[in-house]
């Protein structure tokens, strides 16, 4: 009886542990229940905090790879509350051709004002290339005579220094967008290519998620007008870093940072780049961009097509890009908003055709 007795007992006791594992799942839920709601709340900090834990030593190791001086140009000493120029360039290299710069945007940024200034240079627009003492197309700057041909060529069409250089592979593109899960775009009607001479091409409208290969296409898609193309670009990189800095995308950094990095050429140094976004995190708001593209008219000149630029648009915005590198600025010229400036471009429907799609 008693040794009845006694294992009936024995049997009793493995109740009380799951009494405490119910406790301790109360418990971490009560608490992951909090922390997302400091998440929501805080999520700046929160993106800060896992930028440093995840991602800083990568980022700088990263950088230091993708750093590549500019010939015999010196890198400029900019403070970090001082304007600086930035020419980014969206490389698009096919097998079998030169590695043309696809997208050309001269960007101003002024760290103390928390302001950006992004001006679309259409990659057909017809200039003096610095280096060949000829006149062409923009975008063969870079196939020529790479990142310094291409800095010197638009410091000479704009008249205003270019400080740094970004050169970004679009093939990259992909992978880097995949490994953030995919990012949302305003596609509201089917594009796709209807040219025969153009590569396959086709978006459906309406998905609430795009991944890197529909991405890339979106980015890529030319058959309307270069306004359109830029206007693109620009949609594309601010639903990208909307997606990226997404809490539940921090852990992803450093794939991120490894992606890019592959297909990614600068001359500013991996210290400037971690210091001016560390800057950018201590600010209240995210930055203020302003776009604007420079105005102009297609035409056919040797079989070609070709976008000769306004005389009186580049006067303009010569004295607009001076007021934004001056750091005794108070009142900087502002662009016309996209809609003005939208209803003076040139629709470039055959400008594919001349250049490849």
């Known amino acids: 009886m008693m040794?009845?007795?006694?294992?009936?007992?024995?049997?009793?006791?493995?109740?009380?542990?799951?009494?405490?594992?119910?406790?301790?799942?109360?418990?971490?839920?009560?608490?992951?229940?909090?922390?997302?709601?400091?998440?929501?709340?805080?999520?700046?900090?929160?993106?800060?905090?896992?930028?440093?834990?995840?991602?800083?030593?990568?980022?700088?190791?990263?950088?230091?790879?993708?750093?590549?001086?500019?010939?015999?140009?010196?890198?400029?000493?900019?403070e970090h509350t001082d304007p600086f120029?930035?020419?980014?360039?969206?490389?698009?290299?096919?097998?079998?051709?030169?590695?043309?710069s696809d997208t050309i945007i001269y960007s101003v940024v002024r760290p103390e004002d928390n302001k950006v200034l992004l001006?679309?240079?259409?990659?057909?627009?017809?200039?003096?290339?610095?280096?060949?003492?000829?006149?062409?197309?923009?975008?063969?700057?870079?196939?020529h005579g790479e990142a310094k041909m291409a800095m010197e060529t638009v410091e000479k069409l704009l008249e205003n220094k270019v400080d740094f250089y970004a050169a970004i592979n679009f093939h990259g593109l992909k992978d880097i967008v995949d490994a953030v899960g995919g990012v949302e775009l305003p596609i509201t009607k089917n594009i796709e290519n209807k040219n025969k001479a153009h590569e396959?091409?086709?978006i459906e409208a309406n998905k609430p998620i795009y991944n890197g290969e529909e991405a890339l296409a979106y980015v890529r898609y030319r058959e309307d007008s270069d306004f359109n193309r830029t206007m693109r670009h620009?949609?594309?990189?601010?639903?990208?870093?909307?997606?990226?800095?997404?809490?539940?995308?921090?852990?992803?950094?450093?794939d991120i940072i490894e992606i890019a990095g592959s297909n990614f050429t600068t001359n500013m140094t991996s210290d400037f780049i971690?210091?001016?976004?560390?800057?950018?995190?201590?600010?209240?708001?995210?930055?203020?961009?302003?776009?604007?593209?420079?105005?102009?008219?297609?035409?056919?000149?040797?079989?070609?097509w070709y976008y000769d630029l306004s005389e009186e648009d580049l006067t303009f915005v010569r004295g607009m890009i001076a007021s934004w590198l001056d750091p005794n600025t108070t009142q900087v010229i502002e662009p016309e908003s996209d809609e003005s400036n939208e209803g003076s471009q040139s629709s470039t429907p055959d400008s594919s055709a001349q250049t490849g799609n």
């Open 3 to 78: 040794e009845n007795s006694a294992a009936h007992l024995t049997r009793r006791k493995p109740k009380k542990p799951k009494k405490k594992w119910k406790k301790r799942l109360i418990i971490t839920l009560s608490i992951l229940i909090v922390l997302g709601g400091i998440g929501f709340i805080f999520q700046k900090e929160l993106v800060r905090l896992g930028f440093n834990m995840f991602a800083a030593g990568t980022v700088k190791e990263t950088l230091d790879k993708s750093y590549k001086p500019v010939g015999d140009r010196d890198v400029p000493v900019v």
């Open 85 to 100: 120029s930035l020419l980014l360039l969206g490389i698009d290299q096919r097998d079998n051709e030169p590695s043309r």
């Open 119 to 143: 001006l679309s240079i259409p990659r057909d627009s017809y200039t003096e290339i610095v280096g060949r003492d000829v006149k062409s197309k923009i975008n063969s700057a870079y196939a």
């Open 200 to 202: 396959k091409l086709f």
């Open 234 to 254: 620009r949609i594309f990189l601010s639903s990208f870093m909307n997606r990226a800095m997404e809490v539940k995308n921090l852990t992803k950094i450093p």
């Open 274 to 304: 971690v210091n001016f976004a560390e800057s950018l995190y201590m600010k209240d708001s995210i930055p203020t961009i302003s776009n604007y593209m420079l105005k102009g008219d297609g035409k056919m000149r040797g079989g070609a």
